[in-house]
């Protein structure tokens, strides 16, 4: 077994305790300000991608609203045509009509 430390060893052991403590806080430190770099760069970083986000919200935005305009338009036209069809079958009934009238009137001309 080792004997009673002399007070010159005593302080000998604290002042290497010290130093470690130094070093190892120096250590901290420098870890404590890179963490701080690699801090500010994702800060950068999330306020890009949140700026990029609400831009493409807005395109998205946009994009959606012009796509309903044009589902509406399409409608309309859908509509219109659809009312056209009506009315030239309505005319083509007419036409049928007439023509099997003035049909008849041929061959009862024919006929006689």
Request: no cysteine; net charge neutral.
């Given at each position: 077994m080792?004997?009673?430390m002399l007070p010159e060893e005593r302080f000998e052991r604290i002042?290497?305790?010290v130093e470690f403590l130094v070093e190892?806080?120096?250590r901290l430190?420098?870890?404590i300000a890179a963490?701080?770099?690699q801090i500010e760069k994702h800060s950068e970083q999330i306020a890009d991608l949140g700026a990029f986000l609400l831009r493409m919200g807005r395109s998205l935005e946009g994009f959606a609203q012009r796509t309903e305009e044009r589902f509406r338009e399409t409608e309309v036209r859908f509509r219109e045509t659809d009312q056209r069809f009506r009315e030239t079958d309505q005319r083509s009934r007419k036409t049928g009509e007439r023509l099997n009238i003035l049909i008849g009137i041929v061959e009862k001309y024919f006929s006689s």
């Open positions: 080792a004997g009673p002042e290497r305790k190892e806080g120096s430190d420098n870890r963490h701080h770099v």
